[in-house]
Structure formats: structure tokens, C-alpha cells
């Protein structure tokens, strides 16, 4: 049967709007929070709380066990994983919320490179050039040397780094297992993972907060959930520039909400890391697209 998501591109492109509006509306929550209670446990409590979305899987994991090799995925996934959500609700706390949203545009980047590297995907020159572009763009965010990095900074860069590697390790795991059954036991790992850390630093969080991190919770299984629902109806290439709108909502309630200037470097090298992307995702959809026959030649 042909593939006719690309002939809905407005569907595709809302729902990747909406989900851009719940990855921020996500943040906005977190950085309200603050530093009430430990980086650590927030974490912590954002994913403890997110099982509760899977309890209507419960019985299908206990059905579909993961074998040994999946079990050392699922279990390498859930280290890098808490190491990056960890360091991102660290940056959240100290840096400004157009500079968390720009620099997390590296996550493709990064992914682009662990591709190359580690799983064998070639990397032709057009792309290695857009990497180096999109690098280009953080070294604008940051501008090392001509203003005092925050750690929140060197943190981001952390962050790309973990989640990217979850990324990678996710492509093995999907081919194996159900994608709901994958982000389930994400979160049943990054929970175990990072509950020694909250437990040791603990601090009894208020009704309020709770509520908060349940919505941050709710924000980030509903984000995941209309992004595949925007794959399905439209390429990534086609869906992809429509990101670029986080980072406008991002600066919009950095200055609006938290009093953040506007830092015009900020959005440039967001915007450039975000066409570098764009352009990455438009090569993949285009080399797919030389090498995969039509509807037609595959009928016998």
C-alpha cells in the first residue's frame, strides 16, 4: 500500500506544533519550580509520576519480557538517559529559557554523529558540513571568551550528549520491541536510575509541586505522543523547520514570565543550528526516497 503521509502535511505540521507547545510548556513548569526542591529529585518525580500513564501496559510488559541483550540496552539507555535528563533540570534552574531550547537542538546533531561513528552510517560530505554549521551555531549561543559560560551551559552540552546517546540505543531497541513497551521501560529505568540520588538529597515536596510535576509528567508523555501522530501523517523533513517555533515561545516566556532578556545571539544561533537540522533531516527524506521503489514496481 503507498505511503500517503506526505499528502498531509498540515496534519503533520500541526501536531508538531503542539508538541513543540507541550516540550516548552514542559520546561516553563520546571524552571518555575526553581531550586524548592533538589535537581535530582525532580527528576525523579517527573518520571516516577509518568509510570502512572503506563499502568494500562502493565500487563503486556509482563506478557513481552525483554530477553538478556534487550534487558542491557533498556539498562544503557537508562544510564544515559538519567545523566541527561539530570543535567537538564540543572541547566533549567541557571540559564535563561531560550538558551536550554537552542542549545537542545544539538540532540539531531549529536545523533547524526553516533550514527556515523558507532553504528556505521555513512556520513557524506553535504551532512558533515551541516554538523560543522550547526556546532557553529552553539559556539554563537555560547560565545566562549567574549562572556562567562554558566555551568547551566555546560551542562546543555551534556544533555545532547546523554539524550543522544539514549537516541541511538532507542533505533536498536525498536527494531526489537513495541515502541510503547520502549518508552515504558525508559521510564521504569531513568526511575530506578535516579531514585538512589533523590532518596540521598530528599526534601518533602508540597501538594502544589507535585501537581506541577505531574503536569510536567502529563506535558511530556502528551509531547511524545503528537509527535508520533505528526511522523505519521507527513515526513520529518516536512515537519521538522516547524520546531524552529519553540524557540520563539521559548524567548517569548523567558522575557514574559522570568524577566529574561532577549539575547538576539541566542536566536540566531538557534535559528542556525535549527536549518542545519532541517537540512540533515530534507538529505535523509531525499536519499530514502532515490533508494526506496515506488508503490508500482513492487507489485508482482
Do not use: C
Not at 70 to 75: D, E, F, P, S, Y
Not at 180 to 202: C, D, E, K, R
Not at 215 to 231: C, I, S, W
Request: no cysteine; net charge positive.
Amino acid at each position: 500500500m503507498e505511503d500517503t503521509r506526505a499528502h498531509r502535511p498540515g496534519r503533520g505540521i500541526f501536531w508538531m506544533v503542539l508538541t513543540g507547545f507541550q516540550f516548552v510548556g514542559m520546561t516553563t513548569l520546571v524552571k518555575s519550580l526553581g531550586t524548592a526542591i533538589p535537581v535530582y529529585q525532580s527528576a525523579f518525580l517527573r518520571f516516577a509520576l509518568g509510570l502512572v500513564f503506563f499502568i494500562p501496559l502493565v500487563p503486556s510488559l509482563l506478557r513481552a519480557l525483554p530477553t538478556g541483550r534487550q534487558v542491557r540496552l533498556i539498562a544503557a539507555r537508562g544510564v544515559a538517559h538519567t545523566i541527561g535528563v539530570s543535567l537538564w533540570f540543572y541547566a533549567m534552574v541557571r540559564i535563561p529559557l531560550a538558551d536550554v531550547t537552542a542549545l537542545n537542538y544539538l540532540n539531531p546533531i549529536y545523533v547524526t554523529l553516533g550514527a556515523s561513528l558507532f553504528l556505521g552510517e555513512r556520513l557524506a560530505l553535504r551532512r558533515l558540513i551541516a554538523v560543522g554549521i550547526a556546532l557553529l551555531g552553539a559556539v554563537v549561543i555560547l560565545r566562549p571568551g567574549f562572556r562567562e559560560l554558566d555551568p547551566g551551559h555546560i551542562a546543555m552540552l551534556g544533555t545532547s550528549l546523554g539524550l543522544a546517546t539514549s537516541y541511538l540505543i532507542t533505533k536498536q531497541l525498536s527494531t526489537q520491541m513495541n515502541s510503547a513497551h520502549v518508552v515504558a521501560w525508559l521510564s521504569i529505568a531513568v526511575t530506578i536510575g535516579l531514585m538512589p540520588m533523590a532518596v540521598t538529597h530528599w526534601v518533602n515536596p508540597t501538594l502544589p509541586q507535585l501537581g506541577l510535576l505531574l503536569a510536567v509528567a502529563g506535558l511530556a508523555t502528551g509531547a511524545h505522543y503528537t509527535m508520533t501522530l505528526a511522523f505519521k501523517e507527513a515526513p520529518v523533513a516536512v515537519t521538522q523547520p516547524a520546531t524552529f517555533l519553540q524557540l520563539v515561545w521559548a524567548v517569548a516566556l523567558g522575557a514574559l514570565v522570568f524577566g529574561e532578556g532577549i539575547d538576539p545571539f541566542t536566536v540566531l544561533g538557534g535559528g542556525v543550528i535549527i536549518a542545519s537540522v532541517s537540512y540533515i533531516t530534507w538529505r535523509e527524506a531525499m536519499i530514502k526516497r532515490k533508494i526506496t521503489p515506488p508503490a508500482a514496481a513492487t507489485k508482482s
